[in-house]
Nanobody, 119 residues
């Protein structure tokens, strides 16, 4: 069974930075696209940033220039460096991955990590 586990959330003042990490663990699996989503209270979950196996990235307009997604394929880990944080970035951040496990293709989610940005 493959799992995604996030870490790195917390409370930060506006203008500050945080780095989120998400590691995939299990046996006999391959990871393809990885991404970060977020869900603020009362709002739908939205894509923040995605990255392919080859390192091609895409970002939501609201975070372009402030957030950077990266991955370490050897460590099965994806990161989200968040700079110049704003109160509107407050949300639960979820890691997402397209995974092949054995003969199955799965869309996996992490449990979420809370990011709170105070003004």
């Amino acid at each position: 069974q493959v799992q995604l586990v996030e870490s790195g959330g917390g409370l930060v003042q506006a203008g500050g930075s945080l780095r989120l990490s998400c590691v995939a663990s299990g046996s006999d699996f391959s990871i393809y696209t990885m991404a970060w989503y977020r869900q603020a209270p009362g709002k739908q979950r939205e894509l923040v940033a995605g990255i392919t196996t080859g390192g091609i990235t895409n970002y939501a307009d609201s975070v372009k220039g402030r957030f950077t997604i990266s991955r370490d394929n050897a460590k099965n880990t994806v990161y989200l460096q968040m700079n110049s944080l704003k109160p509107e970035d407050t949300a639960v951040y979820y890691c997402y991955a397209d995974v092949r496990s054995g003969s199955r293709y799965l869309s996996l989610w992490g449990q979420g990590t809370l990011v709170t940005v105070s003004s």
